[in-house]
């Protein structure tokens, strides 16, 4: 089992930047395809960005291409989300997830195991 907290969140202008983290604790950080998420009021909860194993594989949603950068260390059993250019519709909880997998990446919710407890973003306009 992997305990996972987020941190970064914060108030920015739009156009701004920020860098979430999310440090993972409990067992082999390794071992496991991470995902950002995040969920506004009232929307279902969204994969921003996935990875795999040993970030050889990415993925990002179309909405946040080319302005967030995902990465992991794993020496450091930290996932990263570089956030540029961000928009008042970045504005949501943003939470990572973890999913013990071998091969590949996963993108939906509810193909992950393990949540942290989530960090707010808030753009404004």
């Known amino acids: 089992q992997v305990q996972l907290v987020e941190s970064g969140g914060g108030l920015v202008q739009a156009g701004g930047s920020l860098r979430l983290s999310c440090a993972a604790s409990?067992?082999?950080?390794?071992?496991?395809?991470m995902g950002w998420f995040r969920q506004a009021p009232g929307k279902e909860r969204e994969c921003v960005a996935a990875i795999n194993w040993s970030g050889s594989m990415i993925h990002y949603a179309d909405s946040v291409k080319g302005r967030f950068t995902l990465s992991r260390d794993n020496a450091k059993n930290t996932l990263y989300l570089q956030m540029n250019s961000l928009k008042a519709e970045d504005t949501a909880v943003y939470l990572c997830?973890?999913?013990?997998?071998?091969?590949?990446?996963?993108?939906?919710?509810?193909?992950?195991?393990?949540w942290g407890q989530g960090t707010q973003v808030t753009v404004s306009s």
């Open positions: 997830a973890a999913v013990a997998l071998r091969y590949g990446l996963r993108g939906r919710a509810d193909e992950y195991d393990y």
């Open positions: 409990g067992h082999t950080f390794s071992a496991y395809a």
